[in-house]
C-alpha cells in the first residue's frame, strides 16, 4: 500500500500539519515564522548582491552607487543613476524583470506560514466540496 504523505522538505519531514492535525503550539509557530523569515532574509541579500554585482561591473557604477541602485529596482522604486553602455541597460532591464519576480517570491516565502495557519485554523477548504458543504 502506498502512503502519501504531502510535501515534503529534503529532510524527509512535512513544511506543514495536515488539516486533522492540531495546530502547532504558538512557541513552535514562532520558530516557524523565524525560519521562513531567515530564508527570505537570505533571498533578498542574494538578490541585492547580484545587483549590486552586475551595477558594478556591467552599469560602470561605484559599489555605493550600484548598491542604492540594485536596492531601489528590488523595492519597485526605479533606478537613480543613469546606465550608458549597453551591457549596463541590457543588465537593468533583466534585473528590473528579476526584481519583479523576485519581490513577489520573498513576500510569498514570508507569508507562507501565515496563511497556513489561517487556513490550517479555520479549516478552510478551498474547491473542495460544495459550497458551505460539511468539511471531510
Known sequence: MVQVTGPTSRFGRRLFERRHEPLLPPR?????VARYASFAG??????????????????GLAWLDALVNASMILTGM????????VAGKLFESFYALFSGVAFLSIVA???APVAHRFLHRFHLELGDGPAGGKPR
Open 28 to 32: 513552535k509557530f514562532v520558530h516557524r
Open 42 to 59: 537570505l533571498l533578498v541579500v542574494g538578490s541585492l548582491g547580484l545587483g549590486i554585482l552586475g551595477y558594478h561591473v556591467w552599469g
Open 78 to 85: 526605479g533606478p537613480v543613476d543613469p546606465i550608458t553602455s
Open 109 to 111: 516565502v514570508l507569508f
